[in-house]
């Protein structure tokens, strides 16, 4: 058994007649067996497309970040490709327009756009010192600071502070005072509850004992 090599699908071989990209309404209604599939011309015709195709996408990803890093192979590729021996002169012109297309977006990401880190410039800020200041004649409770501003916003919070806690002494007392009062009325309430009671309970004993001690009723006249 002879095994064959492969040649390359798009090696041109011979002369090239026309490029122009495919037309793919055309090659869909060609038969299967049509000799165009296997001519130079064909071939020609699909590196073409390839070609303008390759161009597209480079216009489309030229903007990102990444560009770099997917088409840096393409020029090596493409290189090879124009020094095949039987190459058209214009093929080779539109695949060395690419080539240079690529590789000044790649120069221009590496160069322009990708800027290497570099430390912040600033001026160097002084270190705060926290020197003790000593006043000779102090009086305790005065204020010194000298932000006058400050120490009276300082003031006015601790009145605030301090009318916080009277209010809210007062509001004890207040509740405390109500409660006591609401017990008071409560306990005399309860009391003449007890008194009504008893006179009550004092009252029936006393019928009870008249009724079985037979009083209960005498100075009556009878009725006829």
């Known amino acids: 058994m002879e095994l064959k090599m492969l040649k390359p699908l798009l090696g041109i071989q011979g002369h090239v007649d026309y490029l122009s990209p495919l037309d ?67 093929l080779k012109e539109k ?21 290497p880190l570099q430390l912040r410039k ?34 006015l919070k601790k009145l605030v502070k301090e009318e916080a806690k009277g209010a809210a002494r007062e509001l004890r007392k207040d509740n405390y005072f109500l ?7 409560e306990a005399m309430e309860e009391e003449e509850r007890a008194e009504k009671y008893g006179k009550a309970r004092a009252f029936f004993q006393e019928q009870e004992h008249a009724f079985k001690s037979g009083q209960l009723g005498k100075g009556r006249k009878r009725r006829r």
């Open 179 to 185: 409660f006591e009062v609401k017990k008071r009325d």
């Open 95 to 115: 695949i060395r327009g690419v080539q240079v297309f690529i590789e000044e977006k790649t120069h221009e990401h590496h160069h322009m756009l990708r800027q």
């Open 122 to 155: 600033q001026k160097p800020v002084p270190i705060k010192l926290f020197n003790p200041k000593f006043e000779e004649n102090f009086v305790k409770g005065r204020d010194y600071d000298p932000d006058r501003e400050r120490a009276e916003q300082r003031k």
């Open 24 to 90: 793919f309404l055309t090659l869909m209604a060609m038969p299967e067996d049509s000799s165009f599939f296997s001519s130079d011309n064909f071939r020609a015709c699909v590196l073409v497309s390839i070609i303008e195709t390759l161009r597209g996408f480079v216009d489309i990803y030229g903007g990102y970040n990444s560009f770099p890093e997917i088409f840096m192979p393409m020029p090596t590729l493409l290189l090879e490709l124009t020094e095949e021996e039987n190459m058209p002169n214009l």
